[in-house]
């Protein structure tokens, strides 16, 4: 059972991983599929497949996607094995319902793979984010996340919400970056402190591990 109710307006890390530590990405369709169910799968009306969606006019969708959503998604990390997002509810049980149509994913890659059974590791696991400074960290962390201890991704079968948050042409994407970026002067300053929070990160680990 979780110690925490997911209440609008708060803001909540979820994650999980392959079982048994398995890999859940195996090529860039994979990581499509994964990028593409975040969008299509966060809305409030009913849906069919993303085979079905892919028909749909694309500028009509946008609009709806924009105005019905279930939940705000803060920052997100896919990486082979496991993932990252920080979301906020925007409705009653907005994250259950999101996340229980996440799991067409597992449907779609059992199809794939001709596998059956179970492919994260149990229910999704979440915190509840407290205060804002953890959310800023915890914003770095999860855009940090799939880069190696150079600042190059770690392999190609992963992907962030970094870009959104560094790249001052990227036009729109996935997230809801401003409750983040409005505490920074600029993208350049998020940019700074994120490495400095994901270096000290790989710090503490390290410290750990010795």
């Keep these: 059972m979780r110690n925490h109710k997911f209440t609008e307006g708060e803001y909540y890390h979820i994650y999980n991983r392959g079982t048994e ?72 049980k907005g994250i259950e319902k999101f996340m229980q149509r996440m799991a067409g994913y597992t449907r779609y890659f059992n199809e794939k793979n001709k596998r059956t059974g179970v492919l994260f590791q149990g229910k999704f696991k979440s915190k509840h984010v407290g205060y804002n400074n953890y959310l800023n960290h915890l914003s770095a962390y999860v855009n940090m996340n799939n880069l190696d201890k150079l600042g190059s991704r770690s392999t190609k079968l992963s992907r962030s919400s970094l870009e959104e948050y560094i790249d001052v ?33 790989l710090e503490r680990k390290k410290y750990l591990e010795i």
């Design 21 to 92: 530590k398995r890999d859940i990405i195996l090529d860039q369709y994979d990581l499509h599929r994964f990028m593409k169910s975040l969008i299509e799968f966060n809305r409030i009306e009913p849906i069919g497949s993303l085979y079905e969606l892919s028909f749909q006019e694309l500028g009509s969708r946008s609009t709806k996607l924009k105005k019905n959503k279930l939940v705000s998604i803060i920052a997100y990390c896919i990486n082979t094995n496991h993932f990252h997002l920080i979301l906020t509810p925007l409705v009653e």
């Design 169 to 201: 042409n990227f036009g729109g994407g996935i997230c809801d970056t401003s409750i983040v970026l409005d505490q920074f002067k600029s993208k350049k300053d998020y940019l700074k402190f994120a490495k400095e929070s994901w270096a000290d990160t």
